[in-house]
């Protein structure tokens, strides 16, 4: 046969050969990076996806939480990390539209160093007390606080819940002093313990822990009242207006992150979401499951960038 031919054959091949031009993603382990500690609600919520994401992605999906800096630090070392797909951000409302928000200089663009994956749910938001503290309606908390100004103070750890509670401070006209945690568990646990006032946090937390009776719901931020917590009243039924706030948390990739990964994460995160087990158990922490495309999910965000940035500079908030 003459070597032409042999070549040709060869080359035809290796070619067609697996692996020869790569092998198809995911082929080691894939890194959600989050940006606050375990036992918060965003930990909660990724490592109920995690078991079934890692079995229909075929390997292992380790979370490595990565707490602090209202999750600046997560952000920068995804967006600085290879676009391979192998490294991702649990990306919520806070570090990817509140912090643009509050911060003058960030390491990041939310919008320029990330490839928006899939949006993986919304809730609102709840406003807590201790059971202890001599309070059952929103009004009554302040008239507490204007009447205690220096007692008064909030756990909250992240932008989201930071603004979110400035926002609540110029609608009611009370002074708190912001004290920081690293999770929402620990300012849930602050609240129990009568170590700070109240916190305003996310329902993976707070649902378990109203039902347990550690701390007292008094209004939630959603428009309309859940369907998870019939009995709590919205900010504008607890008399105060304009309090709305549906925060949300979802994946981003590196930018430059080939589409066909981020496609093919995207659709694995979506089959997930689809799972009757899962839907229940998102629902059981007043979650609505979304796993809408990457185009949808960077429209919500730059409409959630503007809208925050909007409160942030009518309300004069700002972090640094």
Same mark, same amino acid.
């Given at each position: 046969?003459?070597?032409?031919?042999i070549?040709?054959f060869?080359?035809?091949?290796? $070619?067609?050969?697996?692996?020869? +031009?790569?092998?198809?993603?995911?082929?080691?382990?894939?890194?959600?990076?989050?940006?606050?500690?375990?036992?918060?609600?965003?930990?909660?919520?990724?490592?109920?996806?995690?078991?079934?994401m890692?079995?229909?992605?075929?390997?292992?999906?380790?979370?490595?939480?990565?707490p602090?800096?209202?999750?600046?630090?997560?952000?920068?070392?995804?967006?600085?990390?290879a676009?391979?797909?192998?490294t991702?951000?649990?990306?919520?409302?806070?570090p990817?539209?509140?912090?643009? $928000?509050?911060?003058?200089?960030?390491?990041?663009?939310p919008?320029?160093?990330?490839? /928006?994956?899939?949006?993986i749910?919304?809730?609102?938001?709840?406003l807590?007390?201790?059971?202890?503290?001599p309070?059952?309606?929103?009004?009554?908390?302040a008239?507490?606080?204007?009447?205690?100004?220096?007692?008064?103070?909030?756990?909250?750890?992240?932008?989201a819940?930071?603004l979110t509670?400035?926002?609540?401070?110029?609608?009611?006209?009370?002074?708190?002093?912001h004290?920081?945690?690293?999770?929402?568990?620990?300012s849930?646990n602050?609240?129990?313990a009568?170590?700070?006032?109240?916190?305003?946090?996310?329902?993976?937390?707070?649902?378990?822990?109203l039902?347990?009776g550690?701390?007292?719901?008094?209004?939630?931020?959603? /428009?309309?009242? +859940?369907p998870?917590?019939p009995?709590?009243?919205?900010?504008?039924?607890?008399?105060?207006?304009?309090?709305?706030?549906?925060?949300?948390?979802?994946? +981003?990739?590196?930018?430059r992150?080939p589409? $066909?990964?981020?496609?093919?994460?995207?659709?694995?995160?979506?089959?997930?979401?689809?799972?009757?087990?899962?839907?229940?158990?998102?629902?059981?922490?007043a979650?609505?499951?979304?796993?809408?495309?990457?185009?949808?999910?960077?429209?919500?965000?730059? $409409?959630?960038i503007?809208?925050?940035?909007?409160?942030?500079?009518?309300?004069?908030?700002?972090a640094?």
């Open positions: 046969m003459p070597r032409l031919l070549a040709g060869l080359v035809i091949f290796l $070619a067609a050969a697996p692996g020869a +031009h790569g092998q198809e993603y995911p082929n080691k382990p894939i890194r959600i990076v989050v940006g606050y500690a375990a036992g918060g609600g965003n930990d909660i919520i990724v490592r109920v996806l995690v078991p079934r890692s079995e229909f992605l075929g390997q292992p999906v380790i979370v490595d939480n990565r602090g800096a209202q999750s600046i630090l997560a952000a920068d070392l995804v967006a600085r990390a676009p391979d797909g192998y991702l951000l649990m990306g919520p409302s806070g990817m539209t509140m912090n643009p $928000a509050i911060y003058s200089k960030l390491p990041y663009s919008l320029r160093d990330f490839a /928006p994956i899939t949006l749910g919304s809730f609102p938001l709840i807590v007390v201790s059971p202890s503290l309070v059952r309606t929103v009004k009554e908390l008239a507490y606080a204007r009447s205690q100004p220096d007692k008064s103070n909030y756990g909250a750890s992240a932008a819940f930071q509670t400035e926002l609540f401070k110029q609608k009611t006209g009370t002074q708190f002093t004290i920081p945690y690293k999770s929402v568990s620990e849930v602050a609240v129990s009568g170590q700070v006032t109240m916190t305003i946090g996310d329902p993976a937390v707070i649902v378990t822990q039902k347990s550690r701390v007292r719901g008094l209004a939630v931020t959603s /428009p309309a009242r +859940h998870v917590l009995d709590l009243p919205t900010m504008a039924e607890a008399g105060i207006a304009g309090m709305e706030a549906i925060i949300w948390t979802g994946f +981003h990739a590196p930018a992150t589409t $066909a990964a981020i496609r093919k994460f995207r659709d694995e995160v979506v089959r997930v979401l689809g799972l009757p087990e899962i839907r229940e158990r998102m629902a059981a922490m979650i609505d499951p979304s796993g809408n495309t990457p185009e949808e999910y960077r429209r919500i965000i730059a $409409a959630d503007a809208k925050w940035t909007a409160v942030a500079k009518a309300a004069n908030i700002r640094d």
